[in-house]
């Protein structure tokens, strides 16, 4: 029996992986389409006109970073992600925080469409054990504070940290009843619905990297 061996010319092999990544790169791929920021868009029933947009959102998200920095430099703090409209501010506050850190998630919920419940449920348990860890609990928007107050009860009650700090890219601050401390908030807004940078209605919308906010004359609920 004769066995056949192919032989293949290391040069042969060399070409045919560049042919193979010329073609990777010439492939098109289809991005997402692109909002032009100037134009409202229609979000399920609502119309939503533009609000901030990336650049000046990126600008808040870094002067917030700085800011906490300052309190922290000596510290590996740990961040804790509130789930899910935060996923946005989250990840961008840690690319310009300069220092040390950790992160977690914990997942709370609130709003039916676009109203507050009142009730906050907590959907998903505590990714990290943060026991005699100084935390900062991070938060896309804070409304009337019901779900940052039942946060604070549940790590003081359970977790024992070592301190709690909280920091919001946003505030409602007409809206905000509560009367404890909010440590680090990105940009205070009058008390109207808003939309896109992680921030969801009835599920939808929290892809848009420039934030929204409901039409004039349209029902906050
Ligand atoms: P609070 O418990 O009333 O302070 O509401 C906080 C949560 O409600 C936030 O973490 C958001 O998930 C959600 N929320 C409040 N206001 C808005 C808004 O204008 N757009 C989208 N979600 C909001
Ligand atoms: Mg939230």
Redesign the pocket.
Known sequence: MTLHRKIINPEILKHSYIQTLKNFHQKSVTLPPTKNFMESIKVHDKTFVPYLEDAEIQEIVKATALKIHEDYKNEVPVFIG?L???IMFFSDLLKHYPGECEIAFIQ????AG?E?T?I?YQKMELTKDVKDRHIILV????????????LFKYFNETQRPKSVKIA?F?L?LE??KKDFKLDYIGKE?PN????GYG???DEL?RNLPNLY??EEGQI?H
Request: no cysteine; aromatic share 10%; hydrophobic share 35%.
């Open positions: 509130v899910n409209g935060v709370m919920s609130s709003y676009t507050s009142g906050v938060e896309d928007i804070v409304d009337t504070g019901n779900t940052v107050e039942s919001s946003l409602k809206v905000y807004i109207k619905f808003v939309l921030l969801d209605y919308g906010q409901l906050n």
